[in-house]
């Protein structure tokens, strides 16, 4: 877990990195993408000083996806499935990092 800034001490950023046969495709190519699970305060800015703070790695570009809820049925009861907020984190061609 991440936290930036003396303003933001108690805002955790980075959450978790997902870990998803995608973001794993990504993650070995070329041009290394990592995706990281975010707080629904975080902006680029925040989350790509969180990088930087947590990996000694400068980030290329962050891009950030706000996926909604879902209204799920499992036998004829309505749930919600709840909604994430993910950075999709990019690197410099050569540059990577260890995700235990």
Same mark, same amino acid.
């Given at each position: ?29 070329? +041009? ?5 699970? %975010?707080? /629904?305060?975080?902006? #680029?800015?925040? $989350? ?5 703070? &947590? ?17 799920? +049925? ?5 749930? %919600?499935? /709840?909604?994430?907020? #993910?950075?999709? $984190? ?5 540059? &990577?990092?260890?995700?235990?």
């Amino acid at each position: 877990m991440s936290t930036i800034g003396k303003n933001l001490k108690t805002k955790i950023i980075l959450r978790s990195p997902r870990v998803t046969e995608k973001s794993s495709v990504l993650a070995e190519g070329n +041009r290394a993408v990592y995706v990281f699970e %975010i707080s /629904q305060e975080a902006t #680029k800015d925040e $989350v790509r000083k969180a990088f930087q703070a &947590k990996y000694n790695v400068k980030p290329e570009k962050v891009n950030v996806v706000n996926l909604p809820d879902k209204v799920t +049925r499992r036998r004829g009861r309505a749930g %919600i499935k /709840q909604g994430v907020k #993910k950075a999709m $984190v990019f690197l410099k061609p050569g540059d &990577k990092i260890e995700i235990v």
